[in-house]
């Protein structure tokens, strides 16, 4: 393999070439692509890219030209490196699997191999942010000349200097240094497109067992449900029963909050097996027209008491007017689940913002509080009933896997991240 996958525009087709240094990097890359939703992995990896741009004229060119290719609406017109690095990274495994990659592809000729070790050498030449000037002349090498409609399109590579919260680029994109060698466009013994095909294989088969492995624990879940609710709700109904009667005729004060304690922590275990029978096992929702703000205000109303008394501060940003189609009680106990994982979480002294907005066909409740932080473990099962994140600080009780539930029977979804202090809470679903 001596060419990157073709670029398009209409009917033409062009290829660039591809070094045996960039091929090495672009192969490290491919193999552990399943790893690149791990952060630590990604940071590595977008930065080995970021160095092929600035190393390989043709890498950077084609990333660029990428950016729009075939492009059904115009890209920024000005990249940062970060920023397309980044995005190179993500879809490499797909470019090199597309069908058609290699089709009508031409011979590569020594002549070719020339011009492109000369335009590499002049590339060297020049600021990194000018090698795209050279790119109808790196093109002209595998198709026609590029079309002007095309190269209208093309973005430049943007220099951050002093400007760097724009893409992250912390240095300007001077020449490339001298030290490095040249690219040599020759052919190459790595297949990366059969590399990728089999990292592409493995991801859907991951992603497979993955959702057996879901509907199996659901499976078992909805199975253990019923027990629980048959074995631990019966004798909980008798405590609570039991419990109210002897408060009844109970003159001591202190005796009666007592039995009253007895009471709230029954239900409190009633409650948390119907969230496990609620996300196993969940009815369909009964959807119709409802206010969105209404909800979560009546909501954020029945929590005033509580936070008041434990000297939290609960405060709204309203956005009125918000009509969609919900089933009520769900949203309800969803927005519901969120404000008491957040007083949890905080215990006293401290601050939760709720607001809610629509987006793009979407619904949105955010929840932000100043408790504990979340670990990157705890983010990631933070709406998995199977796991608990208590001993980090936060309790991630079954409530959450509600939320997620609500969020996903309304065609949404929900997440958890840390903030700056504290942590933000967030479900949104379809506005039908």
């Known amino acids: 393999m001596e060419l990157l996958p073709c670029l398009r525009w209409g009917q033409h087709r062009w290829w660039l070439p591809l ?3 960039t091929a090495n990097t672009l192969a490290a890359v491919l193999m552990d692509a ?6 630590a992995s990604r940071v590595q990896h977008v930065a080995s890219i970021r160095d092929l741009l600035q190393r390989d004229p043709a890498f950077l060119i084609y990333g660029l030209l990428r950016s729009c290719d075939g492009a059904s609406k115009r890209p920024p017109d000005r990249l940062g490196l970060d920023r397309l690095a980044t995005w190179m990274t993500a879809r490499l495994p797909v470019w090199f699997q597309q069908p058609d990659r290699f089709l009508a592809a031409p011979e590569v000729s020594a002549s070719m191999r020339r011009e492109w070790q000369e335009l590499a050498a002049e590339c060297r030449q ?3 942010s000018q090698w795209l000037l050279t790119a109808p002349r790196w093109l002209q090498q595998t198709g026609p000349p590029a079309p002007v409609g095309w190269q209208a399109y093309w973005p ?9 919260h724009q893409d992250g680029d ?8 001298a030290s490095c060698p040249l690219p040599r466009y020759e052919p190459q013994p790595l297949a990366l497109d059969r590399l990728a095909g089999l990292v592409l294989r493995e991801e859907r088969t991951r992603s497979h067992f993955g959702t057996v492995l879901h509907d199996e ?8 449900a019923y027990g629980l609710t048959h074995e631990i709700n019966n004798p909980l109904a008798n405590i609570v029963t039991r419990s109210e009667q002897l408060k009844s005729t109970e003159p001591d004060d202190k005796r009666k909050a007592s039995l009253q304690r007895v009471v709230d922590q029954a239900m409190r275990a009633h409650e948390m097996i119907s969230d496990v029978m609620f996300y196993a096992h969940p009815p369909q929702p009964s959807v119709e027209k409802i206010d969105l703000g209404s909800v979560v205000s009546e909501v954020v109303q029945s929590y005033q008491d509580t936070c008041a008394s434990l000297s939290i501060r609960l405060s709204v940003e309203p956005a009125p007017g918000i009509q969609c189609q919900a089933d009520r009680a769900m949203i309800h106990d969803a927005v519901a689940a969120l404000l008491r994982n957040s007083v949890e979480a905080i215990g006293t002294g401290g601050q939760i913002l709720v607001d809610w907005g629509e987006r793009d066909g979407k619904v949105w409740v955010r929840v932000s509080d100043s408790g504990p932080g979340l670990s990157e473990e705890s983010r990631r099962h933070a709406f998995d009933p199977y796991y608990s994140g208590r001993e980090a600080g936060r309790g991630l009780g079954l409530g959450l896997c509600r939320v ?5 029977l309304h065609g949404g979804d929900a997440t958890l991240n840390s903030a700056i202090a504290g942590c933000v809470a967030r479900f949104w679903f379809l506005n039908r």
């Open 19 to 21: 070094d045996g240094a």
């Open 34 to 39: 399943s790893q690149l939703a791990d952060h």
């Open 126 to 128: 020049r600021p990194v």
């Open 156 to 164: 430049q590579l943007q220099s951050t200097a002093g400007n760097s």
């Open 170 to 177: 912390a240095e300007d994109l001077k020449q490339a240094d």
């Open 217 to 224: 624990k659901l499976a078992s879940l909805k199975q253990f």
């Open 404 to 408: 997620y539930r609500v969020a996903k």
